[in-house]
């Protein structure tokens, strides 16, 4: 393989119902510093139905050009045919780089285009760099082992070198009206033979159903929340935070919080990746069920209070107060 | 002589261990509390074949031995010792005298229901006047030409009010004492049989204990498990087998308190610093946890034994006395390691203690134990 | 119906401790087990099966020590276990991965091919489609629910971070299946014991019959350039100061753990 044909670094742009998802923006502001790295160009590969009006929102977070393929088969996304028309761009133009969010939809297609180029992929990174003095190797940085090891990954020898990129964790640019770029239609050649899978319904539903064992970040309260209006900050900070609340055992008792959500010894043990014990003496029955958190935030008034020998951050203070402070941060 | 595990064991620990986790522990204070029978643990464990693990295949058992049995008794009551006991009394003492003792008729009849885990199972030797001592018993079967006529009452009777089927133990010829001793199996729907009122008890609350009342209760003639007047023997080698069983759920009591002690003092901390520091703390641990050691030696080799046909009613003996009395220790020490969290009822550790007590009575008390293992040693 | 469930063994991730001292991974003594989201899709297979009648196949690529997931899923109701091992397969990255799946599963035959929808030890999510690209054959990830609605098509509810979409399928396809498919039932005493007096197929590579060049570490586009623990837990810190500084402290931990 000649890798000198293979430049730019292009992005899937992903949008749902016509509206671009957050991942993709993230991806464009990676894509500029990698691009800037590598003194090659950014670009965006949009795919829909009619979606055309999207492509100047592309340019605005930092793509050089914009290639838009709009057709009717292209207006959920299904796994066939966003994978002919992606492979399409990608044999055409040469990607040395391609990116893509680790989303439900980025992780259906992104195996699915790199096994059709015969090329490698790595999956939900959190970090990518340009190998300094290099011929423009990615470093593509990704946890394994259940985030028990940080691993870094390269492609040499093939191209594209594929990524799909967790979200939430890149920086998305400004935007910035101004920017200019150049839009490219592309007329996708399906082959509709192969589209062998067919959207019968689409539904958006809350998730109610709670388990906490289950949850990344759980909000936990105790005795120090008190029985009035605290815990109703605490759903707020969870709910930022795409957590769940959880209580301890006193809580359960005082009949603020239903049984399914105690963690402790009689309650249920959680090992989430962030754990706030808010107003949580960590009597030791508490701490059995919680202490294998990855990471663990504690605020309470008694500066002794048990729970600071097991967490990585303790805060000395009102949690009825810091946590609406942090509710009202997080929301900025 | 390998003491390791064969692999079908070790798979066999991941699942039960799976399932006492997921199935067992979480009710465990909750039937205890309510003193309720886990039927729906029954149900859950009927086709998984743990209500006939040593039974063969082609009457519906699991085609397992009786070590594998051990460990899943042990490992059940490591949690909770109420379903440790409704799986050794089901076993031991309903199905595996009708599979050692019964007719091919027997068998056929009545191994598939209950390996199924379908009908629960119980033994009824016990009396107001009669224990270990069978020779008292005033239970009677009558031999009516074409059907036995029974008449008396059994206390204290395991699995009792859940059960579907029993072993009757009954005089059949009062003149000749142990000889005239006579085993049936009786159906809970036969007439004149009824299952009285649930014992209320200190521990294993979730087990069913009650009294049977057997009135004019006619039981046909194919329902004699082996000869008249083989009762007895029918008896005392299912109580050998059954104390396997039970020797398996003290040692699994007694696992399950010396686990949740391990972690009660790597996590309390007094005067600066966890009590599993104190060298007090440190030996009293360490020689309980070298009897559970022996004592899983004992029962497994009193399994194995029987397995191979082997003699074990002395190995099944001296495994059953040494475990009971360990639970009991393990427990009593257990709370003691707890503190004031022992005595609560938030913790295991008091149920554990309370449910350790049964096993140094039932299948025989520690003294008849003791009579045993004196009679062989001293004969 | 013929089925084959592609299954991994994986160490337990949520038994893995990290050496306080060093910071590196402790993988002594962590148990292995089957990979979750395979045994979610292990018992979809078997939930077709009870319903409708198919042959289950289990098949997983590793070391000889993976014999042991294979044991337990014939204990669960498998009716069929193929190990695929060779010197030849280690190494391997996804796509290599896949290529030596795809080569068995050719000459397994199969009219549904259910893979998890990723492993706890890698987390990539790829190895199922990746599969279904090279048998050429349709592919429906993060399936929560399966059931026949003829006898060539499957209707199938997939997750998404919404909700989950409905979606038809024709046979023969790959489905990649979450844990939360079904609780997965328990081994049964008796398929313990007839686990081990069943046979598990051992296949090398010549059996599969695959290009050597796509196989192990040599058909690996992706290599690891270098891999890190994130350093030993620092002992925990106690902030005395005022809520708004709190709260700024608390962000930036977020930050530096992507929670935010």
């Known amino acids: ?332 | 002589m390998d003491f390791s595990l064969t692999r079908e064991q070790e798979l066999f620990l991941q699942m039960i261990r799976e399932f006492t986790e997921k199935e067992v522990k979480p009710i465990a204070a909750e039937i205890d509390e309510q003193e309720r029978f886990p039927s729906e643990t029954v149900r859950k464990m009927g086709p998984l074949g743990i209500m006939g693990i040593p039974f063969p295949a082609e009457y519906g058992g699991a085609g397992s031995d009786n070590v594998l049995y051990s460990m899943c008794v042990e490992e059940l009551s490591r949690a909770c010792a109420t379903t440790g006991v409704a799986v050794s009394a089901h076993t031991s003492l309903c199905a595996a005298p009708i599979w050692e003792h019964g007719t091919e008729e027997q068998k056929r009849k009545y191994l598939p229901r209950l390996v199924s885990g379908e009908w629960l199972g119980a033994f009824a030797l016990t009396e107001p006047n009669a224990g270990t001592d069978a020779a008292g018993q005033q239970t009677t079967a009558v031999d009516m030409g074409d059907h036995w006529l029974l008449n008396g009452t059994k206390i204290f009777i395991t699995n009792a009010g859940a059960a579907e089927l029993f072993i009757i133990i009954a005089m059949t010829d009062k003149s000749q004492g142990m000889r005239g001793i006579s085993a049936f199996i009786v159906e809970r729907g036969y007439e004149g049989f009824e299952v009285g009122k649930e014992e209320r008890k200190l521990g294993i609350r979730g087990s069913s204990t009650c009294e049977l009342i057997i009135t004019d209760c006619r039981v046909p003639k194919e329902n004699l498990i082996g000869k008249v007047g083989k009762g007895f023997g029918i008896a005392m080698k299912t109580l050998d087998g059954g104390r396997i069983g039970i020797a398996a759920q003290a040692l699994g009591i007694a696992q399950g308190a010396m686990d949740e002690t391990v972690r009660y003092v790597k996590e309390r901390k007094q005067f600066g610093r966890p009590i599993a520091a104190f060298q007090n703390t440190q030996f009293q641990l360490a020689d309980l946890q070298t009897r559970i050691a022996a004592a899983r030696l004992m029962v497994r080799s009193a399994a194995w034994k029987k397995d191979r046909g082997l003699p074990y009613s002395v190995d099944a003996a001296m495994c059953k006395l040494f475990a009971s009395e360990l639970a009991m220790e393990m427990t009593v020490n257990a709370v003691q390691f707890h503190g004031g969290y022992g005595y609560s009822r938030e913790y295991p550790i008091e149920r554990m203690m309370r449910d350790a007590k049964i096993t140094e009575i039932y299948e025989g008390t520690s003294e008849v134990q003791r009579m045993v293992v004196a009679a062989e040693l001293l004969k | 119906m013929k089925i084959v469930v592609c299954i991994k063994q994986v160490p337990d991730t949520t038994e893995i401790r990290l050496d306080p001292a060093t910071g590196t991974m402790i993988r002594d003594g962590v148990p292995s087990i089957m990979n979750p989201d395979d045994k979610g899709g292990l018992e979809m297979a078997l939930r077709l099966k009870d319903e409708h009648g198919a042959e289950v196949t289990v098949v997983t690529m590793g070391p000889m020590q993976a014999d042991a997931v294979l044991r337990e899923a014939l204990a669960m109701g498998a009716d069929r276990a193929v190990l695929l091992t060779d010197r030849k397969f280690a190494g391997a990255d996804t796509l290599a991965t896949s290529n030596t799946l795809a080569g068995a599963l050719r000459l397994l035959g199969y009219d549904l091919i259910i893979t998890g929808r990723q492993a706890i030890d890698g987390d990539t999510a790829q190895v199922g489609p990746q599969v279904a690209e090279h048998l050429d054959l349709p592919q429906v990830t993060y399936v929560e629910q399966a059931r026949l609605s003829d006898d060539n098509t499957l209707t199938v509810r997939a997750s998404t971070e919404e909700g989950y979409r409905m979606l038809e399928v024709g046979l023969p396809c790959v489905l990649t299946v979450l844990v939360t498919a079904g609780k997965a039932r328990y081994m049964s005493v008796r398929g313990i014991v007839e686990a081990f007096r069943r046979e598990v197929e051992i296949w090398d590579s010549a059996r599969i019959g695959a290009e050597e060049s796509k196989l192990g570490l040599g058909g690996s586009p992706t290599r690891v350039a270098k891999s890190f623990t994130r350093g030993a837990k620092a002992a925990g810190q106690l902030y005395e100061v005022e809520p708004t500084e709190a709260v700024e402290i608390i962000v930036a931990k977020l930050r530096e753990k992507f929670i935010i």
Not at chain 1, 29 to 36: F, H, T
Not at chain 1, 58 to 70: I, L, Q
Not at chain 1, 288 to 314: C, L, R, T, W
């Open chain 1, 1 to 332: 393989m000649d890798k000198s044909q293979y430049r730019d670094v292009y992005v899937f742009v992903e949008q749902r119902g016509g509206r671009m998802q957050s991942v993709s923006l993230e991806l464009l502001g990676k894509a500029a510093e990698l691009a800037r790295a590598l003194g090659e160009r950014v670009c965006a590969m949009l795919l829909g139905d009619v979606v055309e009006h999207l492509a100047a929102e592309c340019v605005a977070y930092g793509a050089d050009v914009v290639f838009v393929a709009d057709a009717p088969q292209l207006r959920d996304y299904m796994t066939e045919p966003y994978t002919q028309v992606v492979c399409q761009i990608a044999r055409e133009h040469k990607p040395g780089i391609m990116l893509i969010g680790a989303t439900t939809i980025g992780r259906d297609l992104g195996p699915r285009v790199s096994a059709r180029l015969a090329t490698g992929l790595t999956a939900d990174c959190t970090a990518l760099d340009i190998a300094e003095g290099d011929d423009g190797t990615l470093l593509m940085t990704r946890p394994a082992f259940g985030g028990n090891l940080m691993a870094t990954i390269t492609c040499r020898d093939h191209r594209p070198q594929m990524s799909t990129v967790r979200p939430g964790v890149m920086r998305a640019a400004e935007r910035d009206d101004s920017r200019k770029g150049e839009i490219v239609r592309v007329t996708p050649l399906f082959d509709e033979s192969k589209f062998r899978v067919r959207l019968l319904e689409t539904v958006s539903e809350e998730r109610e159903t709670v388990d906490i064992t289950q949850a990344g970040v759980l909000v936990s309260g105790g005795r120090g929340v008190g029985t009035s209006g605290g815990f109703e900050k605490l759903r707020e900070l969870a709910k930022v935070l795409g957590g769940e609340i959880s209580s301890s055992r006193a809580m359960v008792d005082a009949g603020v919080m239903s049984h399914d959500r105690q963690v402790g010894q009689t309650g249920k043990t959680v090992r989430p990746d962030v754990y706030f014990a808010l107003g949580i003496s960590g009597a030791i029955q508490h701490l059995a069920g919680m202490e294998e958190s990855d990471f663990i935030v504690a605020v309470n008034k008694d500066k002794f209070a048990p729970i600071f020998q097991v967490a990585d951050v303790g805060i000395v203070g009102d949690v009825n107060k810091i946590v609406p402070l942090l509710v009202e941060r997080l929301k900025k």
